[in-house]
Every structure is written in C-alpha cells, then in structure tokens.
C-alpha cells in the first residue's frame, strides 16, 4: 500500500517552517529539487572508533547511500551512541535499553520515511532492532558480518571460543605468558563481529530469520564486497519500504519470532538472544514467555556444526549456503508464511537457497543434537526461570546434585577462584549472584565463572555454574544463567549458603535449592533488601525501571501498551511551530 510521504510533513509545506527544513539541509548542498517528494532515508549508523566489530560501517554507509540514490531517495546518515561489547564497562548490557532510546527518538523525531539499520557488535544490533521496532517507521537492518578468522599456531580460531580454551590454559600452566602474548597479537585480525556463533553472529543470523534484512546477507563476511553489495541493494530496498512498506509492527508478528527462536535453537546459538527476543517481542506487543522457548528447542534439532556448539565457524556457514540454506533444511519447523521486509514470505525467499556443505548444515535428519541448544529451567532455585545452553554442556553434568560454594560477586570470584584452600571438587555447584539486571549492574557476562586452578589441574575441564548473570555467546560449559528473579531483587538465590544441596536436572527443567521453603524466607529476611548502587544518572534510572532476565531486561516504561499503536508522530506540532526560532 503507497503511503504518505512522512517526510513531506517537514519538506512540503509552504510556511515558515518547511522554509526552515528545508533551508536547513540546503546548508548540506541538498536541493529543493532533491526534496521534492523523495523519500528520505535514515541511514542509522553505529560506526564508532570505540567499537571495533563496527570500524568498516562509514564504508558499508556509503553503499547504502548508492543504493538510496540508485532508487531515488535521500540518503541522510546519522550517528547514535554505539556499544563495545569489550570496552564498555561494566557491560554494554547495561546500555542496549539507552542506545534503543536513541535510536527510537532519533527516527521519531526526524523526517525519515524509512531506516536502514547498521549495527554488528553485540548490543547494537537488538538495540536498533528495539528501538526501530518502537518507532514503527519501515525499517531494515545491514549487519556488519563476521570478522576474518584469526590463526594462531596453524589453527582458525574462534574470537571468543578459542580464547577461553587458551585462558584455561594459561592458568593451569599448560600455556606460557609469551604464547598467551602471541595469541593476543594474532587474535582479531580484521573489523567485523565475532565470527563463531556468540552473540553478535546468532543475533545476525535471527535478523534473518525475523524478516528484518535481506535474505542471504547476515553471514556474509566483513571484509567480503558481496557485504557492500549487500548494503547497496538494502539501501535500495529501503527507498521502496518508505513508499510501500511493511512497518517493522508488520514483519515482528509472532510468527516471526517462533522462527527466530527455532533458528536459535537449531544454531546453537547464543545465550543473549533470548534476552533479546523477549525485549523486542515487548516492543510490539507480541506475548512471548520463556514457556515458548523451551516449547520450539524441545521440537528442534541443533544442526549448524558452528563454534562453540559445533566445530566450523561462520565464514563456513556461510559458503555452506548461510542463513538462508539453514532456513530451508529447518522448514518443516518454520511458519513459511511470515512477511518479510522485503515483501515476500520468508518461504518464498528461502526456497531459492541451497546446502553447499552437509559436514557445516547437517540434514534434520541426523543433527548434532536432538534437542535445541537451549533448555529453560524452573524450580526453587530459579521460580520465574533460568535458561542453560545444553548444546555447549558437558552431558555427565546436566543431571547432578552438588554442595553449593558461594561467591558473593565477581571480586570475591577473582580474589578467592584459584586459591589453593579453595573447599571445591569436581561435585561442587559454584553459585555467582548480585550479577543480574540491577544487581550488576546491566547483568555482566560473569556467568561463565572460571573452573578454580585446583581442578583444572586435576584435569577437571567443567564443573555445574549457577548464577544470575549472563555469558559470552562464545563460552561453553554446564553453566546455568538468567536465574529470576535475581539476588539482588531478593530471589532465593540471595538465601543460598555454602554446602546447601543444589539439584540441576536438564532433562526435567528443574534446578532446586534442597532447603526448605520457610528456611530461604527466615534467610531472606535476615540478609535484607541490598543497598542501591546509584543515586543518580542512567544507572538509577536504569535499576528503577528494569525487568527481570524472565521478560528480557528492558526497562518497564519502554515496552508496548496493551491496545495502544505505535508512536510513529514526532511529540508535539510539525506545521506553524518552528524550532529553534
Ligand atoms: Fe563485538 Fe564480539 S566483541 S561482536
């Protein structure tokens, strides 16, 4: 359906204010013929020198703008604060609800017909996805695409996966502090995101699967010109979307998403995403629980052979057919109905796609696993949920009964983790709270707690880890997360002392504290509420109004309003009224 040009409201008038808008982008060396009745598009750009994954984006731009061109809009780019997974401190996490806001206002307010997306390093992405979702203006993602693989002593390495092997290494003194120098030297050898399937390539990849980009393109790699051309032909897209549609509130349907999550399923994604998809359903209204997670990764085999999970990387993925090939072996399981943004159904465009590669997409048929990559939990322990990648656990350890040892917070972990006395065995549970959403704060990917040096040495690679934080999409291990509520919201993780029992059973969904109910209650109350980590700014904003892990972190006034439509309008008056005079 041809809509109203939405931009016209600011460009078309003939009063003092389209003078002023108008007048104002002549300052650019932008006609008033180039205005008249092009669509003008946003070009949403999270290029920032303190984000490596998204260095080439000022390049990949500039191909969107071509593309813009090519279909006659206005191509007009503009910044937003962006998020380095391994800069920001203490977690980008605690900033995807801020730049989401960014990225909803900036649409909002300005005279855009449509958006192109570029977002890559981990948060980026569902922040965009967020906040475009928010606004309901046509919008479409281009990814930034995996970085090159490093290689380290003749072997490709995963970013993450890779690193934690070698970290466990070096602590138990299998590795010497000048190979661990070496491999940091050979560790990311170009731009790009990290390129197992962490969080950034299982974020990508369920763009895809959303409807969100173009089919074909989330694992095309970095520094590959099929990226560019890629760019180009998703800006192109774009100017039709400014014109015809759909809005992203018209792609997110709850089909979209039980796409997205069996994708994840059978990728062994990452962790992370389902934060991610629980906050975007949010965005727009579709009820989505945890329940549903679990539902689709019981009915969904793991069959992309990626990192951690699996043994590739995603540059194979991609010539083994990408995404989209993975799309085609998994649909049986899909809704081929789903719209897309590019006006087909997601069917229609996974039809033309083909495996190249059976040892990287496994057929349904014989997989990697027979169940999806994650499993949600309930119990005691964890009474609105915590979630456990089983595809990346270790299968002796997902039925087990242990003494809990108790860490207060990731200093407490660091100070006492490889001491010597450490009271530990391969039976213990190590428990980590007050790392959840507030207590964190932003929910810090601590989860992944190291195995103490003692068992390392002994030769113990795993051991059951219990917390309320989250975990790099690139780490593995028998390690349950998202536990909710959390410590610091007073969860029963909060009452757990050293040596209580605590029972993990992965194929009964339970994790329990074997204490009884009235003892957690005394515990619980004798501890106390915590004390509050701010008292101003972002971070006090952010602990007044954040949501458990169970409904993915966003903050409470963000989410959708039951029966309410999306505020596309800009807050106030467009015509007669006259900024900044
Ligand atoms: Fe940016 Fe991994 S650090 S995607």
Redesign the pocket.
Known sequence: MTRPLRSARWFGGHDLAGFIHRATLHAEGISRTALAGRPVIGICNSWSEL????LHFRGLAESVKRGVLLAGGVPLEFPTISL???LMKPTSMLFRNLMAMDVEESIRAYPLDAVVLLG???KTVPAQLMGAASADVPAIMVTGGPAEPAVFRGRQLG??TDLWHYADELRAGRMTRSEFDELEAAATPTVG??NEM???SSMTSVVEALGMCLSGTASIPAVDAARHRAAEATGRRAVELAVDGPRPSEVLTPAAFDNAITLLMALGGATNVVLHLLALAGRVGVPLSLVRFDELSRRTPVIANVRPSGEHLVEQLHHAGGVAALLKELAPLLDLTAPTVEGQALGELVERASVHDRDVILPLESPLAAEGGIAVLRGSLAPDGAIVKQSAATPALMRHRGPALVFEDVYDVQARIDEPALPVTPETVLVLRNSGPRGGPGMPEWGAIPVPKKLLRAGVTDVVRVSDARMSG?ASGTVVLHVAPEAYAGGPLRAVRDGDPILLDVAARRLDLDVPEPEVRRRLEEVGPPTPRYARGWGALYADHVLQADTGCDLDFLRARPGEPAETEPYGLLSGWVGGW
Request: hydrophobic residues 15%; charged residues 10%; proline residues 0%.
């Open positions: 984000v490596n994954c998204n380095g997974e391994n890559g390093c981990d970013a993450g995101h990290c962490g969080t950034a690139t």
